[in-house]
């Protein structure tokens, strides 16, 4: 069995000296989830969630609910 490593990336947009995050949706089809990470600390915790969970906070991000 082959463990699928989660493919960082971070948004075009984040120049703004590194307060940024890094998500993988690589895990999306295969695990059904999103894995989001610091981008300054690529060794450091990563959490998980679910993938109509991470839809429903970039929304809530788009409508200005946050």
Do not use: H
């Not at 990470?37 to 809530?60: E, Y």
Request: charged share 15%; with cysteine.
């Amino acid at each position: 069995m082959t463990t699928e490593s989660p493919c960082w990336f971070k948004s075009s947009y984040s120049s703004n000296g590194g307060a940024c995050i890094e998500v993988a949706v690589n895990l999306a089809a295969s695990r059904g989830i999103i894995a989001v990470q610091d981008s300054k600390s690529s060794n450091g915790p990563v959490l998980s969630t679910s993938v109509d969970a991470f839809a429903s906070f970039i929304s809530g991000v788009k409508t200005g609910d946050f």
